[in-house]
């Protein structure tokens, strides 16, 4: 059974369409980045799924069970936006009122346990009034996690953390992911964490999401490969497959010969040796950064993964 799923979901204000027919859905386990520019739709789509917010078009299903409007779920726990934290009560107070209010059989046990878990065990018991933003958001996830839910929304959640805590938060959610199979949404700008999270991708892009990959997808998409350019496209490809028998070539639209995994030089000798014209050769790489950058903003979608797809099986279109 799916953990989560949203199916045809849209949000419009006024006549902006912030969420606009987004289908997606994420086994137990999942760990799904949603990436996308400021105003992308990120915080509107996570708060539609939350409840916070109604719908103008389209459905969310929680562990199976559809969702009303503004409905939400005891199988759900979010951190979206600044958490609704009681100044007045200390930290672990705080989460105890969340855990009462879900009924928990055993509520000091696990909130103690999720207080430690977010690392939050040495300011506990001190009013959440004089609390810093790294530590508000780490008791904000506190708040989210505590009835062990199925599904975590976290919307930008290493936002305020110092390194330790990025650390601690991004350990503690593939934990969650991995041991207790939590399906995890995550909108992060930090990219270089949720690489080391995620096992998929979504980008969104003016509401739309514009493309939905695997985290194997946008490591191949963004690993090194060589670049041959030449007047001669067939006959240089003749050439190098028969000097790298083993090597899998693609010939890109431009007529630019790609492979991952050669040496330049030795392309560059069996070139030559064949008198081969050759205008370009170079090593490409690209970091995840980049690689997103130009998803989200740039070229339409057919830009994208798709055009790996030849070579590496591509991303799926939602
Ligand atoms: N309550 C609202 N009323 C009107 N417009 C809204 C409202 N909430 C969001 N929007 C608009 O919807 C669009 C998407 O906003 P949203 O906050 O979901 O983007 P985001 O991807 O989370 O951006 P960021 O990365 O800056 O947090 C924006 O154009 C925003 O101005």
């Given at each position: 059974?799916?953990?989560?799923?949203?199916?045809?979901?849209?949000?419009?204000?006024?006549?902006?369409?912030?969420?606009?027919?987004?289908?997606?859905?994420?086994?137990?386990?999942?760990?799904?980045?949603?990436?996308?520019?400021?105003g992308?739709?990120?915080?509107?789509?996570?708060k539609?799924?939350?409840?916070?917010l109604?719908?103008?078009?389209?459905?969310?299903?929680?562990?199976?069970?559809?969702l009303g409007?503004?409905?939400?779920?005891?199988?759900?726990?979010?951190?979206?936006?600044?958490?609704a934290?009681?100044?007045?009560l200390?930290?672990?107070?705080?989460?105890?009122?969340?855990?009462?209010?879900?009924?928990?059989?055993?509520?000091?046990?696990?909130?103690?346990?999720?207080?430690?878990?977010?690392?939050?065990?040495?300011?506990?018991?001190?009013?959440?009034?004089?609390?810093?933003?790294g530590?508000?958001?780490?008791?904000?996830?506190?708040?989210?996690l505590?009835?062990?839910?199925?599904?975590?929304?976290?919307?930008?959640?290493?936002?305020?953390?110092?390194?330790?805590?990025?650390?601690?938060?991004?350990?503690?959610?593939?934990?969650?992911?991995?041991?207790?199979?939590?399906?995890?949404?995550?909108?992060?700008?930090?990219?270089?964490?949720?690489?080391?999270?995620?096992?998929?991708?979504?980008?969104?892009?003016?509401g739309r999401?514009a493309?939905?990959?695997?985290?194997?997808?946008?490591?191949?998409?963004?690993?090194?490969?060589?670049?041959?350019?030449?007047?001669?496209?067939?006959?240089?490809?003749?050439?190098?497959?028969?000097?790298?028998?083993?090597?899998?070539f693609?010939?890109?639209?431009?007529?630019?010969?790609?492979?991952?995994?050669?040496?330049?030089?030795?392309?560059?000798?069996?070139?030559?040796?064949?008198?081969?014209?050759v205008?370009?050769?170079?090593?490409?790489?690209?970091?995840?950064?980049?690689?997103?950058?130009?998803?989200?903003?740039?070229?339409?979608?057919?830009?994208g993964?798709?055009?790996?797809?030849?070579?590496?099986?591509?991303?799926?279109?939602?």
């Amino acid at each position: 059974m799916e953990a989560l799923r949203c199916d045809r979901l849209a949000r419009v204000f006024r006549t902006k369409r912030a969420v606009d027919d987004v289908s997606l859905s994420l086994a137990a386990g999942d760990v799904y980045g949603l990436v996308g520019r400021n105003g992308a739709g990120k915080s509107t789509l996570l708060k539609l799924i939350a409840g916070y917010l109604a719908p103008t078009a389209g459905t969310v299903a929680v562990c199976g069970e559809i969702l009303g409007p503004c409905q939400t779920s005891a199988r759900l726990g979010c951190l979206i936006e600044h958490p609704a934290v009681n100044p007045g009560l200390t930290g672990f107070q705080n989460v105890m009122v969340r855990a009462l209010a879900q009924g928990l059989a055993n509520p000091k046990a696990e909130v103690a346990e999720v207080v430690e878990a977010v690392g939050l065990g040495l300011v506990a018991d001190k009013s959440a009034r004089g609390y810093s933003l790294g530590m508000k958001q780490r008791l904000g996830l506190a708040l989210a996690l505590v009835g062990r839910p199925d599904v975590l929304l976290l919307d930008e959640p290493f936002n305020g953390l110092d390194p330790e805590g990025v650390r601690q938060v991004r350990c503690l959610l593939a934990d969650l992911a991995l041991q207790r199979g939590c399906a995890v949404l995550i909108s992060s700008h930090v990219l270089d964490q949720l690489e080391r999270l995620v096992n998929r991708y979504g980008v969104l892009r003016d509401g739309r999401l514009a493309i939905q990959m695997t985290a194997e997808e946008v490591e191949d998409a963004c690993a090194d490969y060589l670049c041959v350019e030449t007047p001669e496209t067939p006959r240089a490809l003749a050439v190098l497959e028969g000097a790298f028998p083993d090597a899998v070539f693609t010939v890109m639209p431009d007529d630019a010969i790609r492979v991952a995994g050669l040496d330049a030089e030795a392309v560059g000798r069996v070139l030559l040796t064949a008198n081969m014209p050759v205008s370009g050769l170079y090593v490409h790489a690209r970091d995840i950064e980049d690689y997103f950058v130009d998803l989200m903003g740039g070229a339409e979608v057919v830009d994208g993964p798709s055009r790996y797809s030849d070579t590496k099986g591509g991303g799926s279109h939602a």
